[in-house]
């Protein structure tokens, strides 16, 4: 028997069918990595100045490899973060304190903002060379990937259940063990949907991420977001065409070769005790398990991690905070008194600043634009959940609904908003409508898929012995919902509505604006405030809208989705 299973999986080691498309798919890896280098390392700033992006339908393939390689060049930063900081918010009450808000800002302040502060920096690093505007684009877009995904790793680590992490405690993982063994694992599912998540918002601000600036001149990189720009400004809608027929082809590619595979293989690491309904196997991780080549590097790799992960690190990250011990309430005092000095002494800057060329009422006005803007983003995250929750669970608990929904959702998660400036700029002009009320769509376009992709996944995380249980009680209609699976997803659906509620104020300044051609529109709001101050090049305004964005933000999560989150994670952690 011993002889027959060895001479089986030696003969499945030799070459066969499915070598032939793995070596078309490394090759074409292959090219695509030396066409990118070749235009990212050997170039100067110099060439990029005298060369046009052309609208010509035969660059398109080019541009959108340069967007693409920007995009996963951000994600894999993206992952690093992740991992570093929610990890450190989860596993330390008193950096969770710090940690966190910051992150609510971050996901706050305008994404544009982040261009104008470090392409001097990253140019710095590369005089006269082109990567360091392509640093410059990666990290804007790093800004629109990171901050949904430490969220959804965030949320994961504070909702582990309370058997999981007794069993890692006698088994002694150590803190490095923990979080590659347990940590991880458990957050795979969820991490995986924002993830593809956060490549779509790569895309919804390519537009603006590859449009570098340096005083009073502007260069453009070769890329989508580019091609999209000069479209826009030559009022080319055969071009928008081909950049939307384009962006469509490469998010299906990367949906098949990549994140299709990735969800079916995260499906292992749901938690339940019962076996998951099979689904039918995606034809990439097909190739992947059944080609021998990659079989070979699989467990090289395989091996290698296993090592990794096994170590047992001498790390100060500790386990999660023993109830029992009380803490040190000398340390919360001077640690408290440390993080009062610095807001102390940010606000009192910050306010030296402002108040050197405004007044009281400049803090007015902006505050009232703000209450504008807030009332905007209650009403689309009503909307939103009223549309996309039942939407997300019947997918979540359908996975061949997901096979269908997955790339056609990352597509209009994809979409840029400003691709719709036209249409709505045209019928708001055409049949004399409200800027305040037909603008404000242009805010969900973006957002809304934080809360279909997170419910999606909370309902696919859903284990199957509840699902059996609650079949057996015959549990249905409102009775399911209130009891079932309103329960069951909500870390999700919060994590997904907090993260949305901060990208509709992002959003908002692009929202808030439109124009297409010789009309101009804006809706009163906060975000038109800060837009408006920037093309101005008024920094006191968009430094006072940019504050009171944040305030707005923050008090909003510290009333309403931090009390929701904490009771969530009771009820998860306890249950």
């Not at 102390?344 to 030296?352: G, S």
Request: hydrophobic share 55%.
């Amino acid at each position: 028997m011993t002889n027959y299973t060895h001479t089986a999986l030696a003969g499945r080691r030799l070459p066969n069918r499915w070598d032939g498309i793995a070596l078309l798919l490394v090759a074409g890896l292959l090219v695509a990595l030396v066409s990118v280098g070749k235009g990212t390392l050997s170039t100067s700033i110099t060439t990029i100045q005298n060369s046009p992006i052309h609208l010509d339908p035969r660059y398109l393939p080019y541009y959108a490899l340069r967007s693409t390689a920007r995009m996963f060049a951000a994600l894999v930063l993206s992952f690093l973060f992740t991992f570093t900081y929610a990890t450190l918010a989860a596993k330390s009450r008193r950096a969770g304190m710090v940690l966190i808000p910051v992150l609510d800002i971050l996901q706050s302040v305008p994404i544009l903002g982040f261009l104008t502060f470090t392409t001097v920096f990253f140019l710095g690093l590369f005089p006269g060379q082109v990567m360091g505007a392509e640093l410059a684009s990666v990290f804007v877009i790093f800004t629109s990937q990171a901050w949904n995904m430490a969220f959804s790793f965030y949320q994961a680590l504070t909702t582990l259940p309370a058997d999981l992490q007794e069993a890692s405690r006698c088994f002694r993982l150590s803190p490095w063990q923990k979080f590659w063994r347990l940590d991880v694992p458990f957050a795979m599912p969820g991490l995986i949907w924002n993830t593809m998540l956060s490549m779509s918002g790569g895309w919804f601000f390519v537009v603006a991420s590859e449009a570098v600036t340096v005083g009073n001149t502007t260069f453009t990189l070769p890329g989508i977001g580019s091609y999209v720009a000069v479209a826009l400004a030559q009022k080319n809608l055969s071009a928008i065409f081909y950049a939307i027929l384009t962006m469509l082809v490469v998010i299906l590619l990367y949906d098949q070769l990549l994140f299709r595979p990735l969800v079916a293989w995260s499906g292992k690491f749901r938690f339940e005790t019962t076996a998951a309904a099979s689904a039918p196997e995606p034809w990439m991780l097909k190739v992947l398990r059944r080609t021998a080549v990659f079989q070979e590097i699989g467990d090289f790799i395989g091996e290698g991690l296993r090592a990794f992960t096994r170590l047992r690190l001498a790390l100060p990250a500790r386990h999660q905070v023993d109830e029992n011990k009380t803490p040190s309430r000398f340390i919360d005092i001077l640690w408290f008194g440390f993080l009062a000095a610095i807001a102390a002494y940010a606000a009192w800057r910050i306010v030296q600043f402002v108040s050197a060329s405004l007044t009281w009422s400049d803090l007015g006005e902006a505050t009232l634009m703000g209450l504008f803007t807030m009332l905007r983003v209650m009403v689309l995250m009503v909307i939103a959940a009223l549309i996309w929750v039942p939407i997300g669970v019947w997918m979540g608990l359908r996975p061949w609904a997901q096979r269908i929904a997955q790339p056609i959702a990352q597509f209009l998660a994809a979409f840029p908003a400003n691709l719709l400036f036209p249409p709505f700029v045209l019928m708001i002009v055409r049949f004399h409508l409200n800027s305040d009320i037909w603008l404000t769509p242009l805010m969900l376009i973006g957002t809304q898929w934080y809360i279909l992709f997170n419910v999606i996944a909370g309902a696919a995380a859903f284990p199957g012995d509840m699902k059996e249980a609650v079949a057996n009680f015959q549990i249905k209609g409102w009775l399911w919902w209130r009891k079932v699976m309103i329960p069951g997803i909500l870390p999700y659906f919060i994590t997904g509505a907090l993260t949305a509620s901060g990208g509709a104020w992002n959003a908002s300044i692009v929202a808030e604006v439109a124009s297409w051609g010789s009309d101009d529109l804006s809706a009163h709001g906060l975000g038109a405030y800060i837009a408006q101050a920037t093309s101005n090049g008024d920094t006191a305004r968009v430094v006072l809208g940019v504050v009171v964005m944040s305030c707005f933000v923050i008090t909003i999560n510290r009333l309403l989705w931090r009390p929701l989150y904490a009771y969530a994670t009771r009820r998860t952690t306890l249950g």
